[in-house]
């Protein structure tokens, strides 16, 4: 997909990154990603995903290749601004939150920017209700549950006012609703805040709520990249990834294929299925 450069949110030209035993996490990987996008890095265990993401935030340097973000290349003369526009939220919350209360974690990142009292209460505020945690300030953080604790530490990020925000496989550990609360804290963000989002995840399933496009990275390599319906609905894409497509997918491409059951494209999510469906009916009942 074609970008201009003012319209890019991030972008990463021939990376690759060894780690200190030698091991290439990443080899020659190549993406870009427009602002207000919401973008899906989809592999394994084992891909380069989070390494990748730490790559995008500055946390980890490129062995080679060049990496920018919002037209400012990630270096580390320019560190501060890309921690600031850039938020990433680690798979384990616990890596997170770390102060005895989470009104301490939340206030951490606005303090060491060196923002007025004021707006580091103001910011704090702020994201605790975005997440729904206003009441939780005096809370230690190992006493939240695996949900509250994922929504914590979006909020410890979204104090930084990140015009990107990473997210690095955020469903595990969580029980279905949490997931589905998960989904909805992102909608929003990305429509209230019109933040890019970049998610890593293999979880397939969840995938479709909160991303339109996809690249799929495996074995450190970018394998393929393109609309979340493309990628999800290609079995030889999903097979060379050792993944599978979401399970509603699934079903609807073996009922196309073993009941002449088809649709016009494949569904990625119950509401895409149950639309499909109510076509299909509609269309039987005026025959």
Request: proline share 6%; glycine share 6%; with cysteine.
């Amino acid at each position: 997909m074609a970008f201009r450069v003012s319209e890019l949110a991030a972008e990463v030209n021939g990376v690759s990154y060894a780690y200190p035993d030698g091991f290439m996490a990443l080899q020659e990987v190549n993406l870009k990603v427009a602002k207000g996008e919401r973008l899906a890095i989809l592999g394994p265990n084992g891909a380069g995903k989070s390494t990748l993401l730490m790559i995008l935030n500055g946390l980890y340097a490129p062995s080679s290749g060049e990496v920018s973000v919002l037209g400012v290349p990630v270096n580390d003369e320019n560190m501060s601004a890309v921690r600031r526009d850039v938020g990433l939220v680690f798979q384990d919350p616990d890596d997170q939150l770390f102060s005895p209360t989470l009104w301490e974690d939340v206030c951490f990142g606005p303090l060491n920017m060196g923002l007025p009292e004021e707006d580091v209460r103001e910011r704090s505020s702020e994201a605790l209700d975005a997440v729904g945690l206003t009441g939780y300030e005096q809370k230690a953080p190992h006493h939240l549950s695996a949900g509250e604790k994922k929504r914590a530490a979006i909020a410890t990020v979204l104090t930084m006012h990140p015009k990107i925000l990473l997210l690095d496989e955020p469903t595990v550990n969580l029980d279905p609703r949490n997931r589905l609360e998960l989904a909805n804290l992102l909608r929003s963000l990305h429509n209230r805040r019109e933040m890019t989002l970049i998610t890593a995840s293999h979880d397939v399933n969840f995938l479709p709520e909160v991303a339109d496009r996809a690249y799929i990275l495996n074995k450190g390599h970018v394998t393929s990249e393109g609309s979340l319906r493309e990628v999800f609905s290609s079995s030889r894409l999903m097979s060379e990834a050792n993944l599978e497509p979401p399970t509603i997918t699934r079903l609807f491409s073996i009922l196309a294929e073993k009941k002449n059951a088809r649709t016009e494209s494949l569904p990625l999510t119950v509401e895409e299925a149950l639309s499909a469906l109510e076509r299909r009916l509609s269309s039987q009942d005026q025959t």
